[in-house]
């Protein structure tokens, strides 16, 4: 059996993934980092307050107000840049705390500048600009904190005060990476599951396509050959076209769809093979069943009348043919029967249902 992806799959998978690139990427993960902020701000707040270092809480609360509105914007505005401004922001907060606060003995510049440029890779690894921005903003930020002479700490913090904002920043940020990671894998999974109902789905009819057709062929059992198959071709449907246009053609092809899908009973499965041709399988349906409703299903399809946008008055009707054939072991031989029954169905009048 070919199972090679078509054209016409290969290109709706591009553009899926060109969509999935330019789609305003990582909401969820902007509103995981704001929360993620509010917390860390909250806490190491908490601490510095129980400590005394008023004003240390008093810029984080200020800081706590710019996280709170970078969130909200992040609702109406493109989450990549809301990213980089709370990235950003943090490596503020945490330099000013640094430099004018407590020093770098406590080593909370290490912790917090060394784990921003990881989150922001997690958070967004598709815009490298953005993302060199922020790491080349936290390297210089890193030097200047550990040499700069301009500025002595205000503050003195006790070593065992030190162990426990060290402890605080190593679990705030884990948490803030390890939920980042799970976004991002489920996301992969998402589109990963996505791309895989693309390449089994036609994009016009939304039928199985071609491929997906093939691939449950191969795993039906065709031990008690009581299954059929249905080659169906509509009828002059290129008349269609010529007279009425693409479009009316295509609003032809989903009618059709619509037909086909409500004619096929649970288990079974109905497909567009390409351009004006379907097929279905048929399950638990010897010769005479077959027959028969191929038969009914060209009587359906022949009352199927489809109005032209903008020309309500003007209706397009069709007609199709039908072959019908055992499905067997071959696979190759049973599609190849069917086939040859529609074409003589087209040979013999067209708008009938043929068996072989």
């Known amino acids: 059996m070919n199972k090679l992806i078509s054209v016409e799959e290969i ?3 591009l553009q899926y993934l060109k969509a999935v690139g330019n789609t305003d990427y990582g909401v969820r993960e902007t509103r995981l980092l704001g929360l993620c902020l509010l917390i860390a701000t909250l806490s190491f707040g908490f ?73 922001y890779v997690v958070i967004d690894p598709h ?11 936290c390297i210089i930020g890193l030097v200047f904190a550990e040499t700069q002479t301009f500025f002595s700490p205000i503050y003195t913090i006790a070593e065992n005060i030190q162990y426990i904002l060290k402890a605080s920043v190593t679990f705030s940020v884990s948490f803030m ?50 299954h059929s198959l249905l080659f169906i ?17 295509d609003d032809v092809l989903i009618d059709a769809s619509r037909v086909l899908r409500d004619f096929c009973s649970d288990g079974e499965i109905v497909a567009r093979l390409g351009g004006e041709e379907f097929a279905i399988l048929l399950i638990n349906n010897p010769r005479q069943s077959a027959i028969a409703r191929a038969t009914s299903l060209c009587k359906s399809i022949e009352t199927r009348q489809v109005p032209i946008k903008g020309k309500s008055e003007v209706l397009v009707s069709y007609t199709a043919s039908i072959g019908v054939s055992n499905l067997t072991n071959d696979i190759n031989h049973s599609l190849s029967l069917a086939d040859d029954a529609m074409y003589l169905a087209k ?10």
């Open 127 to 137: 815009y490298t600009k953005q993302r060199m921005r922020v790491i080349s903003c």
């Open 47 to 119: 601490i510095f307050y129980q400590l005394g270092f008023t004003a240390i809480v008093q810029m984080d609360c200020v800081y706590f107000l710019l996280y709170m509105g970078l969130l909200y914007g992040s609702l109406k505005s493109d989450s990549r840049i809301i990213n980089e401004l709370m990235l950003l922001s943090s490596l503020s907060q945490v330099l000013i705390i640094t430099i004018f606060f407590i020093g770098t003995g406590p080593g909370l510049h290490l912790y917090s500048i060394g784990m921003i440029p990881t989150a």
């Open 347 to 356: 040979q013999q009048g067209r708008n009938q249902a043929i068996f072989l």
């Open 233 to 249: 071709d509509l009828d002059h449907f290129k008349l269609i076209n010529d007279n009425y246009g693409h479009i009316v053609g």
């Open 177 to 226: 990476v390890f939920g980042f990671y799970y976004l991002f894998f489920n996301d992969i999974e998402r589109q990963s599951n996505m791309l895989k109902h693309l390449s089994e789905i036609d994009e016009l009819t939304q039928l199985a396509n071609r491929r997906h057709f093939m691939n449950v062929l191969d795993n039906v059992s065709c031990s008690s050959k009581q």
């Open 11 to 13: 290109r709706t998978m």
